[in-house]
């Protein structure tokens, strides 16, 4: 309806004037000459905990609003079932090949059913100016340089502006309204929020002449109760408080509205608090507000874009290809789904990319979930809650590759709870003492245990061995000692010993076996000619294991410990069934046996985890190197990487495969399908892991250090030909800059903290090189040394 509002206004609108080259033209904006009529039009603005999608409607303005803890429920609401009798008999199903009991069983003993709760949005704020104006020479604005959206149009000759940001540094959203008319604006303000399916969800007031005031308790879990086991119970209360200053004119409190009249300039502030952070958040939010209506919107914003550039400015992508910047964002993007390139926009998606992560995680906030934090919905899309199977960790693939690192704790803050419920799970649902399980499934609360209606997508048990890796990977990127000995090392352990406890004897492959397994989302037709989802080990299982192994045991031989549990681990390595096993075709096996799929296009990649986003597959090992690469040459013959977030993992897995034009293929096919005007992934719905994905995959093109080496330019597409990168990080802590023309290095630069040396691979050169301490070193396209321009 609202779309339909939007349409019938622009009507009325006349687009003239000549645009302003300098003032957007650029790849560091995404701008459009019209507002947004639907929500996947906004632009989205985040300080990591609250954010907002901006609309830019001249007539009534939508700032769609959300804060990352809007959920229902609390740490309490569920437990665990199933126990360790049922495990077992499960297992003893799997080994008389009676798939189709194993899979009913297993949903059936250990799964909660129908739970559906959903993180939801803190509601709308609107800005309604009450009339259809001739409006001319509109911009709308995306400054991802400023994480700044800017609207801008005239009317009868005066300019009217309206600028939003999200501050982390103050913890605000900051609105600046201005005209040049001297008569000044009239316009209301107002916060709303839906109905949680027919159940008002806030209370409005004015507390003050100048502030109006949102109250609220998410109530229920997306409005369904699925289950007499939970009855609805409270969820987090929250309030949103704006407070509205202005030059010139007037403002008056009406009936939870505020009416402003006259009006040149107005800054408006809005804090939202919830209980999920504070005992007071009702008093947070005033000293919030309070605090930023003392420093005004010029200082705000200056603290704003310092706090945001400090992180943003540390790398940067040019490809070229700037000639198009003249042409709107939304222009471009149907110029790519005619099948044109549009390199710029290339640079200009991975920058999203990262721009999203800065707005969507930050320290101390919540994990960015399926939508980061920008969801307009009281029951989303998969709830936007944490999908472990790929999907969250996918959000924080460019976390370090890209100069990031910090943004990734929100991710181990949610893993140390998620390790807490999860040794709760293993004791009470399986009946293993030591360690902790993570299934498919979380939400805010940590909940770890198995909630699926079918097997084949919930009752998958390596959610938290597949997080722990990013523990791993954070320490080899930042080599902080600290962070491995207090968090990363404790966290692996935790799932090591669930493991070592988990495995069993098989005695026909003499190996310890992992069972029951499923592979993620996926099926295959058992020896009956039937589906099932449930077998006695798989790919993905046992190559997540050896890789949680395998990165406790590095990370303890960092620490100097040698004791009865590493021996253990050692022990049981040596044993674990291999996860790559090569079927009679040369493909990787996906399940224990090779049987029939019932999909061969199946959007999940997971039987290829060992090549990305694990390392045990690499061009060193022929063999799994090639089985690997038919392996995804099947999966897109048959249709594969049909959503957003599937096709960003083929750009990783292609880059890891060395398959430059493999590689461009997918981006072009990701921009085309997967990208709405807004540059949000479309899974189809919107889900940000495509965005974070594309931002991965970009950065694996252009520089790989997992094999313990530095590859320069492993994947880079011939189209590619000029370019430059600064500031991309390799593990080791090393920074990694460099600048190419048709297609050869030019120049590259190197930088440690601490005396090291470094393998670099550049093509056919090898070299190692002597990085010293706090010092750039410049090599050529031969890694020979150039002087230093320092």
Not at 224 to 238: N, R
Request: glycine share 8%; aromatic share 10%.
């Amino acid at each position: 309806m609202y779309k339909i509002f939007l349409s019938i206004l622009f009507t009325c609108y006349t687009i003239s004037g000549v645009f302003a080259q300098g003032d957007l033209a650029s790849s560091k904006s995404l701008w459009y000459r019209q507002p947004a009529f639907n929500w996947m039009e906004a632009l989205p603005v985040g300080n990591g905990r609250l954010g907002a999608m901006i609309f830019g409607v001249p007539s009534k303005e939508r700032i769609q609003l959300n804060e990352d803890s809007l959920w229902p429920g609390g740490p309490e609401w569920e437990d665990s079932k199933g126990n360790k009798e049922d495990l077992e008999e499960i297992r003893e199903l799997l080994k008389q090949g009676k798939k189709q009991k194993a899979d009913s069983l297993i949903v059936e003993r250990f799964s909660y059913k129908g739970i559906v709760r959903s993180h939801q949005t803190m509601g709308d704020l609107w800005i309604d100016f009450g009339d259809d104006r001739k409006v001319d020479n509109y911009t709308r604005s995306l400054d991802l340089q400023k994480a700044i959206v800017k609207t801008k149009y005239s009317i009868e000759g005066e300019t009217y502006t309206e600028e939003v940001f999200a501050s982390a540094k103050d913890d605000v959203l900051v609105i600046r309204l201005t005209t040049t008319a001297s008569e000044g604006m009239d316009f209301r303000l107002s916060l709303s929020r839906p109905e949680d399916h027919g159940h008002p969800t806030v209370s409005v007031s004015n507390p003050s002449d100048t502030e109006i005031s949102m109250k609220g308790m998410v109530t229920q879990y997306g409005g369904k109760v699925m289950s007499k086991a939970f009855p609805i119970k409270e969820g987090v209360k929250f309030e949103t408080l704006l407070k509205v200053e202005i030059e010139d004119g007037e403002v008056m409190a009406e009936n939870g509205q505020l009416a402003l009249r006259g009006v040149k300039t107005a800054v408006i502030f809005l804090s939202g608090n919830t209980s999920f952070y504070h005992g007071d958040f009702k008093e947070e939010n005033r000293k919030l507000i309070g605090a930023a209506s003392a420093l005004g919107f010029e200082k705000l914003e200056k603290h704003h874009i310092a706090d945001y550039q400090e992180l943003y400015g540390r790398m940067s992508l040019d490809l070229e290809g700037d000639e198009l910047d003249s042409i709107p964002t939304d222009l471009r993007i149907d110029r790519i789904r005619e099948g044109k390139p549009d390199l710029d926009l290339v640079n200009t998606l991975f920058q999203f990319g990262r721009y999203l992560l800065i707005s969507s995680s930050r320290p101390g906030s919540n994990p960015a979930n399926l939508q980061g934090i920008w969801n307009e919905h009281i029951e989303a899309p998969w709830n936007a809650d944490y999908h472990l199977n790929v999907n969250l960790q996918m959000n924080y693939w460019p976390a370090e590759l890209t100069n990031l690192s910090e943004l990734h704790k929100p991710l181990f803050d949610f893993g140390d709870r998620l390790i807490v419920r999860g040794r709760k799970t293993a004791r009470e649902q399986y009946g293993i003492k030591r360690g902790a399980v993570v299934h498919h499934a979380t939400d805010i609360w940590a909940p770890a245990f198995m909630r699926a209606e079918q097997p084949y997508w919930g009752s998958w048990i390596h959610g938290g061995g597949w997080l722990s890796q990013h523990y791993w990977e954070h320490y080899l990127f930042t080599k902080d000692t600290e962070f491995l000995k207090t968090r990363a090392y404790p966290a692996l352990k935790a799932f090591s010993e669930f493991y070592l406890d988990w495995l069993v004897w098989d005695e026909r492959s003499e190996t310890w076996v992992s069972a029951p397994e499923t592979s993620p989302e996926n099926t295959y037709i058992s020896k009956n000619s039937k589906p099932a989802a449930t077998s006695f080990g798989n790919a993905m299982g046992h190559q997540i294991i050896a890789e949680v192994f395998d990165n406790t045991l590095s990370a303890a031989k960092e620490l100097g410990i040698e004791d009865g549990f590493t021996r253990e681990l050692k022990a049981k390595r040596e044993k674990l069934h291999p996860g790559v096993v090569i079927g009679n075709d040369g493909r990787i096996l996906e399940w224990d046996e090779d049987y029939k799929e019932a999909e061969k296009g199946h959007r999940h990649m997971s039987h290829l985890f060992a090549l990305h986003p694990g390392k045990t597959i690499t061009p060193q090992d022929s063999i799994a190197f090639e089985a690997a690469q038919k392996t995804i040459a099947h999966r897109l013959e048959h249709g594969g990487a049909g959503t957003g977030w599937s096709r960003a993992w083929m750009i990783n897995i292609n880059g890891r495969l060395l398959q430059p034009e493999k590689a461009a293929e997918n981006i072009q096919k990701f921009m085309e399908i997967s990208v709405a005007d807004n540059l949000f992934d479309m899974h189809p719905p919107f889900q940000i892991d495509g965005n974070f994905g594309f931002t991965a995959g970009v950065a694996e093109m252009l520089l790989q250090s997992h094999q313990g080496f530095l590859h320069i330019l492993p994947a880079l597409p011939d189209a590619w030909k000029n370019g430059k990168v600064t500031g991309l990080k390799a593990r080791g802590n090393i920074e990694v800059s460099m600048q190419w023309e048709k297609g050869e290095i030019q120049e590259l630069i190197l930088f440690s903290n601490e005396l090291k040396d470094i393998l670099v691979i550049y093509k056919d050169i090898t070299r190692i090189i002597l990085l010293p301490a706090g010092q750039k070193i410049r090599l050529n396209k031969e890694l020979q040394n150039l002087p230093s321009n320092d």
